[in-house]
């Protein structure tokens, strides 16, 4: 089943062509400060996200294995994405609330776990993972 999305301002719309099978909260610095709080993700890969208004599109290159994008209209964080080499490059992060119908997705995966502030918690038991579990994952090796 496909999913449809889109910034705030309809600038920046998408489809998500492949059936979500891994979402997550990431509770890391970077994240809280692009989305306001917890980002919520649905990971998609590469060939399975077809984006309409790429031109009001502006990434940031956020850490040496990852790019953010935002609508330049209205600045909606939008996804993001592996750019490190490996299995996960080109992997994309969507925001779950930029989805037009976000029921029936279940939260999958909690990560960067050791950052997440003590004020909240979700409710349903999933996978954790601390910043360095991460890091292992998806940052290149040193040196790069």
């Not at 998609?44 to 990434?59: K, N, R, S, V």
């Not at 909606?76 to 994309?92: E, F, M, N």
């Not at 960067?112 to 909240?120: L, Q, V």
Request: negative net charge; glycine residues 12%.
């Amino acid at each position: 089943m496909s999913r449809i999305g889109a910034c705030l301002c309809g600038a920046v719309s998408y489809v998500i062509t492949t059936d979500p099978t891994h979402t997550g909260a990431c509770h890391c610095n970077m994240c809280r400060k692009w989305s306001g709080g917890v980002f919520m993700g649905l990971q998609t890969p590469a060939d399975g996200l077809q984006i309409t208004g790429a031109d009001a599109i502006t990434t940031f290159k956020s850490s040496d294995w990852a790019e953010r994008a935002f609508c330049n209209k209205c600045g909606s964080s939008l996804y993001y994405r592996v750019t490190a080499p490996g299995p996960h490059q080109g992997t994309y992060h969507v925001g779950i609330g930029t989805l037009d119908n976000p029921n029936g997705i279940a939260l999958t995966e909690e990560i960067f776990i050791d950052e997440k502030p003590d004020g909240y918690s979700f409710s349903q038991h999933t996978k954790t993972m601390t910043g360095a579990e991460v890091f292992a994952m998806f940052a290149p090796p040193d040196g790069r």
